[in-house]
């Protein structure tokens, strides 16, 4: 299905103040992958996720969702395509009830208010957050905002899920309930994270960025067996890969 194709040829962004933040990164991910991009703070990760919805414009090189080049004119269709979700729920949360928050996107995409709704109604349930419908986005805690921001994007129905940070903030059972929504999804995910036993537990593949290029792209248990990456990186194992501190066993990892 080449809608769920992502492509970036050599692509390339300076921020106004100067900063390079990427530099000729080439990937191509393809339909069903669950593909995780890590690295150290700065590296790199936020700015290659805003290029694939069109929230920032490369300086240079090529951006392709499906058959489609990013470009102003392509853009509504991308963006129906791509569902993003941002590392700061605030960024998404702007309506007076969270049920109107989750119900703007369908509105907007011009669906009847009852499928709207019923699209509202589901992609609440399945994050649990069904119960904070009625309250007004502000009042949430930080993880309850993750959560309905994930619910907005999900009542879109992307067929290419990307994900910033979606465990931060999150408690361990809502950190639970998110991962098996994730492996649930049958569609393209692209997930930045630090929760590298997140990503070891969903992602197959994992591109390691550093300083704004692609260090490394592969299979992601290989990657963190590879001490001189990590090092050279600024990453660590995955805590599931790490000794007990007590007594040096380090879990197997099939």
Known sequence: MS???VELKRLGHVYPDGTAALSEVSLRI??????????????GKSTLLLHL???????????????????RATLPQIRRTVGMVFQDPDDQLFMPTVLDDVA??????????????????????LVG????????????????????????????????????????GLDPFARRQL??????????????????????DLCERTVVL????????????ELFRDDALLAQCRLEKPFSMQGCPVCGVVRRIA
């Open 3 to 5: 809608h769920h194709l």
């Open 30 to 43: 393809t339909h069903g992958e669950c593909v995780a991009v890590i690295g150290a703070n700065g590296a």
């Open 53 to 71: 919805d069109g929230c920032l414009v490369a300086s240079s090189g090529e951006v392709r969702v499906g058959d489609f080049p990013l470009t």
């Open 104 to 125: 703007f996107g369908p509105l907007n995409l011009g669906l009847p208010p009852a499928e709207a709704e019923e699209r509202s109604r589901d992609a609440l349930a």
């Open 129 to 168: 957050a069904w119960h904070l419908r009625d309250k007004p986005p502000y009042l949430l805690s930080g993880g309850e905002k993750k959560r309905v921001a994930i619910a907005t994007v999900l009542a879109m129905s992307p067929d290419i899920l990307v994900l910033d940070e979606p465990t931060s």
């Open 179 to 200: 991962m098996a929504l994730l492996k649930d999804f049958r569609h393209t995910r692209i997930i930045a994270s630090h929760d590298l036993d997140l990503v070891m």
């Open 210 to 221: 550093h300083d704004g290029r692609v260090a490394a792209d592969g299979e992601t248990r």
